[in-house]
């Protein structure tokens, strides 16, 4: 898997200097072992008690920009709590099967707080849930870095991974 391009495309930018800092630290381990490109797109606006309409439409925006966005023939997962939960090991052995098969770049797509557009999930190769559990966007950004330098490292046989 050394080499892959690695796409993460996330809804909403990160202020905290917490989930900044253990964000940059991934991301800095990540670059041993693939070109990994971070998007960030703007959030849409809404007001404090949206209607149905407003988010669906505040979604299509967003997935819209998301699709713009994605690296062509990119291998598309996206994150969603209806979506598969993978163990490290699982997710490490599937993210090495579709870069051995010439799946083109891996791309990652974190949505914003009402989550993705389904045009979004449609296209994605993979949903997955990372808990059933709800988390903030900016920690699940986090935890996804984590978790893609731990397959990294499970496919060289680290011992990184316990």
Same mark, same amino acid.
């Given at each position: 898997?050394?080499? @892959?391009?690695?796409?993460?495309? *996330? @809804?909403?930018?990160?202020?905290?200097? #917490?989930?900044? +800092?253990?964000? %940059?630290?991934?991301?800095?381990?990540?670059?041993?072992? /693939?070109?990994?490109?971070?998007?960030?797109?703007?959030?849409?606006?809404?007001?404090?008690?949206?209607?149905?309409?407003?988010?669906?439409?505040?979604?299509?925006?967003?997935? %819209?920009?998301?699709?713009?966005?994605?690296?062509? !023939?990119?291998?598309?997962?996206?994150? *969603?709590?209806? !979506?598969? %939960?993978?163990?490290?090991?699982?997710? $490490?052995?599937?993210?090495?099967?579709?870069? %051995?098969?010439?799946?083109?770049?891996?791309? #990652? @797509?974190?949505?914003?707080?009402?989550?993705?557009?389904? +045009?979004?999930?449609?296209?994605?190769?993979?949903?997955? $849930?990372? $808990?059933?559990?709800?988390?903030?966007?900016?920690?699940?950004? @986090?935890?996804?870095?984590?978790?893609?330098?731990? /397959?990294?490292?499970? +496919?060289?046989?680290? $011992?990184?991974?316990?």
């Amino acid at each position: 898997m050394r080499g @892959v391009h690695v796409q993460l495309i *996330c @809804v909403g930018k990160m202020k905290e200097k #917490f989930y900044l +800092d253990a964000a %940059a630290e991934y991301v800095k381990r990540l670059s041993a072992y /693939c070109k990994l490109q971070v998007v960030e797109l703007p959030e849409e606006r809404l007001p404090a008690s949206p209607s149905r309409a407003q988010i669906d439409a505040a979604l299509e925006k967003e997935g %819209a920009a998301i699709l713009a966005r994605l690296a062509p !023939g990119a291998a598309l997962t996206a994150l *969603c709590v209806e !979506g598969e %939960a993978y163990s490290s090991e699982g997710l $490490s052995g599937l993210l090495a099967r579709w870069s %051995a098969a010439g799946a083109g770049p891996l791309a #990652f @797509v974190i949505g914003g707080s009402y989550g993705l557009h389904p +045009d979004v999930k449609a296209r994605a190769r993979l949903r997955l $849930s990372m $808990s059933p559990m709800t988390f903030p966007h900016h920690l699940a950004r @986090v935890m996804l870095l984590e978790q893609l330098y731990r /397959c990294f490292k499970i +496919d060289e046989g680290s $011992s990184y991974h316990k």
